[in-house]
């Protein structure tokens, strides 16, 4: 007699009806995501819409202004006013012309287009090109991490109160998702012994040159991806692949440079020296870590420090015949002539305070209101305070998280890998601000998105099989780079 083991009794059909229902669809997840980013940038819309224009704004849509009457006048066939397009879109060096180009357009159809028209144009946008940048990731990362940037910054108010300004920070961290994506799609074609293709090189330049188009600190950034692309080719290709491959990473950088090249060029023939993005290292350098008694050569008049240093410079360049940017890099010469390691160290780590840890400072522009002529600050309120601790929350944990990912090099498969050693990357290359560059709370949207993907690789599970030594190693060596500055920070500081 044989026996035959039983076969266990089928679940009953209740039971299969409730694991059905506890199954959750990913695609399901993003979806409701994607709905809740929605909703709270309309909830939050009026906050948006009432905000004045402040600070940076303000020349952007001046910038905007003067180019769209420079096309119409273009387009009517009459002359262009070449030193008021000068006077609003270069005006001191100061801004690179990314946001102003966005705008144009809305003041093309709308030459009076109003603070509210303004605000919803650029929320649009913003919503438009983060909803594209999620979904190229989720296509080429996984979902996992399409749900972790529609959290963060997707569900981050003070950032969706971003989406709505004019300042480029928070447009230039968009762009970072996309670029992510092609990086990764170029990746997965040389992981598969495949070329990469021209168009991917095209590109990659153009997300690179519109980034820097909306914030000049990103330089590092842009150098970092066309050496690492540049490197990682020469290391994974052979024969035709590797020139054709070279060919992409060559198209890249002649794309950033052609499409910067304009750009470049005015700005050097404005100030009659070599510029490349814009002309505020100098005396920014000078601000954040020199004698602030001794920014123009002594003590500058009182107001605006930013101003009163620029004009002290031309006048003190028409007095003396010398070019303006030279006088400013004596100036910021003689602010910093005291300066010691440690107190560059301890200023430097005052920055990064101010760059990552105050994701918040920024919420009382959102609460200021105009009065007259003059604007006014409200008191907080329910609101603002959700706002405020919302924010904190989120923003802390993922920061929290996104170190941990960083750190934590685990063996999963080779795209999170892959994703991980970018944020890892480009997230260091941002953060060289803080070494030449005072910073301020509005930055931190610049960065976000990379936090997100940093902190999203903690979901992945596990895949010993599928992991790449040469990617953990390269993986190690960006945590282990990343402890080093921040160590060697607070010992030269300490």
Known sequence: MTLVPAEPAPAPKAARAVARTWRVDPTTVVLVLAAAHVLLKLALMPIALRTPLQGDET???????????????????????????????????????????????????????????????VGALTLVVFLLGVAAVSRLAGRKYAAALLVFPGLVPLWVLFSYTSWGDLAAGLLLIPLVAVLLRAWRRLDRGEAVRLRDGILVGLLL??????????????????????LTVAFRTRGVRLAQSLAACAVAAATFALLLFPWSYSMSNAFGKAVVTTTTVPISTAYAFGDRDALCLGPCPPGNPWYAMTDFA?????????????????????????????????????????????????????RVKRE???????????????????????????????????????????????????????????????????????????????????AAGLAVRATPAASSRWLRILQIAVAVGWVAVFVGLGVVAG
């Open 314 to 366: 031309s006048a003190e360049a028409e007095r003396t015949g010398q070019n303006e940017l030279d006088v400013q890099q004596q100036m910021a010469d003689h602010a910093l002539r005291d300066v010691t390691l440690r107190s560059y160290a301890t200023d430097v780590l005052d920055n990064f305070s101010r760059y990552t840890l105050d994701p918040t400072g920024y919420e009382p522009l959102f």
């Open 59 to 121: 020349a952007y849509h001046a910038a905007a202004e003067a180019l769209a009457d420079a096309v119409r006048a273009l387009l009517g066939g009459d002359e262009v006013a070449t030193s008021q397009l000068q006077a609003a879109v270069i005006y001191r060096g100061w801004f690179m012309p990314g946001m102003a180009l966005l705008l144009t357009p809305l003041y093309l159809v709308a030459p009076d287009p109003g603070l509210e028209a303004g605000r919803l144009y």
């Open 209 to 230: 040159v519109s980034t820097l188009y909306l914030r000049s600190s990103v330089l590092p950034l842009v150098v970092a991806v066309l050496l690492l692309s540049a």
């Open 372 to 454: 007259g002529e003059a604007l006014g600050l409200s008191s907080p309120g329910t609101v603002s305070e959700t706002i405020v601790w919302t924010t904190r929350v989120l923003y802390f944990t993922v920061l929290g998280l996104a170190a941990l990912g960083l750190l934590l090099v685990r063996r999963v498969s080779r795209v999170p890998q892959v994703v991980g050693l970018l944020a890892g990357l480009l997230g260091g290359a941002l953060m060289s601000q803080p070494f030449v560059h005072v910073c301020s709370p509005r930055y931190w949207p610049v960065f976000a998105p990379l936090m997100a993907l940093a």
